[in-house]
């Protein structure tokens, strides 16, 4: 019963151990591949931050490629929470009020995509400013909170058409528009918080269409 304990007690410690590690592993690579880009940095580069030889850094991830996959995979997820949870405080519009829900959607947008990037600092480049987007694999991450950000707008502006009519065709481009307006804002260095709501109503009303 002790032998068994003692056993299960030492596994323990050992997986939070492999945990810790390859939490540090991601975090100093995130900002190695931040600072520098990805071509600029070798797996050496990475080891002599974390404190750890070449082979146990392969132990957690075989490749580069694949330790840089993490990496961006941790920053779009957060991405993606923020735009849906800012999404999600929308109400949704009357119908017929759709010129209103555009102006909605395009604040909570630009509010999301530019407070992320306030806070993740330089790791925001990885999703702004990727440098291995001909990889597909890295591409689909990077434009996961967009797709999360059009679907989840899409739904807000069906809500308001006119009645008795059917979605407009041209809402998922709207949509479309809105995103990409957000990720400007991002590149553009947006306004201050207290200006930021009315100058993503002024960006928005360019896109309504009347």
């Known amino acids: 019963m002790g032998t068994e ?6 596994h323990r410690l050992r997986s939070r151990g492999v945990a810790e590690r390859r939490s540090r592993i991601l975090d100093c690579s995130r900002d190695l591949f931040a600072s520098s880009g990805f071509h ?5 580069d990475i080891a002599a931050a974390v404190g750890v030889t070449k082979p146990v850094l392969y132990r957690h991830f075989r490749s580069k490629l694949d ?3 993490a990496v961006l995979e941790v920053e779009t997820a957060a991405l993606t929470r923020a735009v849906v949870d800012a999404l999600d405080t929308v109400p949704r519009p009357a119908p017929g009020t759709g010129d209103a829900a555009v102006l909605a959607v395009l604040d909570a947008l630009c509010i ?3 407070s992320y990037a306030t806070a993740a600092g330089p790791a925001g480049r990885l999703v702004f400013e990727s440098d291995v987007l001909r990889d597909p694999r890295v591409r689909d ?4 909170p967009d797709r999360a950000a059009t679907t989840a707008a899409v739904a807000i502006l069906s809500c308001g058409t006119a009645p008795g009519t059917h979605p407009r065709p041209d809402l998922t481009a709207t949509a479309r528009t809105c995103v990409a307006f957000a990720r400007a804002a991002v590149a553009d260095a947006a306004p201050s918080p207290a200006e930021r709501s009315p100058w993503a109503q002024s960006v928005a009303r360019a896109l309504v269409v009347r």
Do not use: F, Q
């Not at 600029?40 to 050496?44: A, E, G, L, R």
């Open 5 to 10: 304990g003692g056993t299960t007690s030492r």
């Open 40 to 44: 600029h940095i070798s797996m050496d």
């Open 112 to 114: 999301a995509y530019v």
């Open 141 to 144: 991450l990077v434009h996961a």
């Open 67 to 69: 330790l840089y996959l």
